[in-house]
């Protein structure tokens, strides 16, 4: 199994940026995308309070490790099946604009529609779970949800804040592994040992709230209130950014240079061998827009490392 270099997966990942803001001048398919990417992390908040939440009223010690791990299977569907997330998004605009594959400009705009997206998916998700009565009031994830928007509603702000930046610290280091691993077993692995922490950890999501929050209003719980599920995602979607626009994606950006930079053009050929490497999920390519496989080609003959 080869690992892609560091340099190789931020070049793949500035690749990946292009195609998102691409998306903008396609926005029905921006929104269909970013809309199953909502819906698909509202799966991981349903078995997680249908799964934990009776583990959760009973009082169980395991109940967070429980939700950590059937949580995973949201960022595993966003991965493998293919959607725009935006807490990725976030590391990967970060990255595409440090190498100036885009402008911040629209690498700000494109954050805005996939996070838009995200919402509308999930409130449509939480829609149809809701009309089911799955967790709905005298079950026990009804009663699991309501703990939850409690205990959310109980932050303050600053904690609000905190939290966004370590989960999505931890949402995209699962998603740097991933890209840099491959889509196999190991990859996998990665994945569900990082969402494990920063669920288990109680740490915050700013579109896994937003199935949360949508539910809680449905259903009309104590503590949820628009104004209460305002400050969550404003805050929290502020974190998310810090952790992954900040300490991942320009962390590992940091001493990458930009495609082209090197007199000799080794940039270049950097970036074009990264993007025929790299394992990259459909989530970032729309449909329609070859990767620079042909490019890359030449790799051999230019002498990059394979």
């Not at 976030?90 to 594959?101: D, E, I, N, S, Y």
């Not at 939480?126 to 959310?152: N, Q, W």
């Not at 790299?278 to 230019?302: F, I, M, N, S, T």
Request: hydrophobic share 55%.
């Amino acid at each position: 199994m080869r690992v892609l270099t560091i340099p190789e997966a931020v070049a793949a990942n500035a690749d990946a940026a292009t195609h998102k803001v691409a998306l903008l001048r396609t926005p029905g398919l921006l929104l269909v995308r970013t809309m199953l990417a909502g819906a698909a992390i509202g799966i991981g908040v349903l078995i997680m309070v249908t799964a934990g939440g009776p583990l959760a009223v009973a009082g169980s010690p395991w109940a967070p490790l429980v939700n950590g791990l059937v949580f995973s299977v949201a960022l595993t569907v966003v991965l493998v099946a293919g959607g725009e997330l935006a807490t990725s998004a976030m590391m990967v605009l970060t990255q595409g604009a440090l190498l100036r594959r885009v402008g911040w400009r629209r690498a700000g705009v494109t954050l805005l529609a996939h996070l838009g997206g995200n919402l509308l998916g999930a409130m449509v998700f939480a829609a149809l779970v809701h009309a089911s009565g799955v967790a709905g009031p005298g079950t026990a994830a009804g009663e699991a949800l309501a703990r939850v928007v409690a205990h959310k509603a109980a932050a303050t702000t600053t904690e609000l804040v905190v939290r966004g930046v370590l989960c999505n610290v931890m949402v995209c280091l699962a998603v740097w592994c991933w890209g840099r691993l491959g889509a196999g077993a190991a990859g996998l692995a990665v994945v569900v040992g990082c969402v494990m922490v920063f669920i288990t950890s109680g740490f915050e999501h700013v579109v896994a709230n937003m199935t949360t929050f949508s539910l809680a209003l449905y259903g009309d719980l104590p503590h949820a209130t628009l104004a209460e599920a305002g400050r969550n995602l404003l805050t929290v979607g502020v974190g998310n950014t810090i952790g992954g626009a900040v300490l991942v994606g320009a962390a590992y950006a940091y001493g990458v240079r930009p495609a082209g930079a090197g007199a000799d053009g080794a940039g270049a050929r950097v970036a074009a061998a990264a993007v025929a490497a790299a394992p990259v999920a459909e989530a970032h390519v729309p449909a329609g827009v070859p990767l620079l496989r042909p490019v890359a080609r030449a790799r051999r003959a230019d002498g990059v490392r394979r």
